[in-house]
């Protein structure tokens, strides 16, 4: 099963707000210690968004991303009913997806402004050769070189700063269902080894591979690729990334692949599974732009069960999944979406 992810290519929002964050810092607050809600309001008159209690979510909320802004926008145009609804998003922690373009910047910026407030930002690195075997979101590095330093300049860019990647969504499981053909195979598990060695090279960084979901396969089918991928090396890996399956659902996934991989922690995506997976339509386009779903857990690490390392919003809730059911290119900002999420 294909489970379109956010976006790596990120033509606007996320490159804009890393460059704004990395070259003016007082877009991302003043405070060092994390014990100032104030740390996370921006200065340019944007909506303010407030975080949560640091022992309940150490993540850091981007003050000037997409939600936020279309909080401010809807404030002023006195729409304050959906200006609230997406408040519910603009106040959460959510992945950063880095772009093609500018690596290093947009890490720097990002594990910065989150450091100054005390906090650790979520990136997600999407920039795999061959990505998405040509669907909506294909693209990636132009081959092995270009993707190892990528990872590099990533790895300078947040240098000995906390941060919590998640590590090229789909990569794994487009391997193990053929999508991606097999002259590629080889070279994408020496690159996804190699990029968990850069990084975990990182004092304060963390790991987690992509591992898939509770519909798409059985955990026998990736725990070897896992291995082959680093995740001896990893901290864990990562479930559900950008899809809907229900939190109970995912962590039975999860600890059923924990259980084969030498009790491996994990973390799942929350972000849009409070209403479970959409079952209607084509089987093919249920990951795409399903109606009817809505903002799960929020992201904390708190949770049910101790191998869970966290909730997390790697998915950035709003954005589309691609141009399906009258959306917008992939990772683009899409109101009418969040709206429909937030108010499901």
């Not at 399956?245 to 995912?250: F, G, L, R």
């Amino acid at each position: 099963m294909h489970v379109r992810r956010g976006t790596a290519s990120l033509p606007g929002a996320v490159l804009l707000s890393a460059v704004v964050l990395f070259a003016v810092p007082a877009l991302a607050g003043c405070s060092s210690g994390g014990g100032d809600d104030t740390a996370d309001r921006p200065t340019s008159g944007r909506a303010g968004v407030t975080r949560q209690p640091e022992e309940t979510d150490p993540f850091w909320v981007d003050p000037d991303g997409s939600a936020a802004r279309q909080v401010a926008a809807y404030e002023r145009a006195g729409k304050t009913d959906e200006a609230a609804a997406i408040r519910e998003i603009a106040g959460q922690p959510t992945g950063q997806w880095l772009g093609p373009e500018h690596p290093e910047e947009e890490a720097r910026g990002f594990t910065e402004a989150a450091d100054r407030a005390g906090r650790t930002p979520l990136l997600v690195l999407y920039d795999i050769p061959h990505r998405d075997c040509g669907r909506y979101s294909r693209g990636g590095a132009a081959d092995g070189a270009a993707y190892r330093a990528w990872i590099a300049a990533v790895a300078r860019g947040i240098a000995d700063r906390p941060a919590v990647v998640v590590l090229e969504p789909d990569a794994l499981l487009h391997l193990v269902d053929g999508c991606t053909p097999q002259e590629f195979h080889e070279e994408r598990y020496d690159l996804l080894d190699d990029a968990v060695t850069a990084l975990k090279s990182l004092e304060n960084t963390k790991v987690y591979l992509d591992a898939g979901n509770a519909g798409w396969g059985r955990p026998d089918q990736i725990f070897q690729p896992l291995r082959r991928a680093g995740l001896d090396r990893a901290d864990g890996f990562a479930v559900n990334v950008s899809n809907f399956y229900s939190t109970p659902d995912s962590v039975e996934y999860g600890r059923q692949l924990s259980a084969k991989t030498g009790d491996k922690h994990f973390v799942v995506d929350t972000s849009r599974n409070g209403n479970g997976p959409y079952e209607e339509g084509d089987p093919a386009e249920r990951w795409c732009n399903p109606p009817g779903r809505s903002l799960g857990a929020a992201p904390t690490t708190t949770t049910t069960d101790p191998l869970v390392d966290a909730y997390l919003w790697v998915k950035r809730p709003g954005e589309s999944d691609g141009e399906c059911k009258g959306g917008p290119k992939a990772g683009e900002w899409w109101p009418e979406y969040a709206l429909r999420l937030a108010d499901g």
